[in-house]
């Protein structure tokens, strides 16, 4: 254990039995301890997008496959209609 790992109090947690199986099986999966399991769980979350990003994103790539969708489609018609 490191000094700084030394200097971080303790902190109790109960997990329901199988939260806490999942949650080791998953630790062992990664080849880490349950607490740095915990802990990368815990930070991943933080990191991840707000929902509203989400939203903005999702909207975003909605109307990006629809335009393209669009495009496509008219391309087809076109070359369809053409007689050449």
């Given at each position: 254990m490191s000094e700084s790992e030394?200097?971080?109090p303790p902190f109790g947690l109960r997990l329901?039995?199988?939260?806490?199986?999942?949650?080791?099986?998953?630790?062992?999966?990664a080849n880490r301890s349950m607490n740095a399991e915990i802990i990368a769980r815990l930070?991943?979350?933080?990191d991840a997008p707000s929902r509203?990003?989400?939203?903005?994103?999702?909207?975003?790539?909605?109307?990006?496959l629809r335009a393209a969708l669009?495009?496509?489609?008219e391309q087809i018609v076109t070359e369809k209609n053409d007689p050449s």
């Open positions: 030394k200097r971080i329901p039995p199988d939260l806490k199986s999942r949650v080791q099986k998953s630790a062992d999966e930070e991943a979350s933080f509203e990003e989400f939203e903005a994103t999702k909207k975003w790539a909605t109307e990006f669009d495009n496509a489609v």
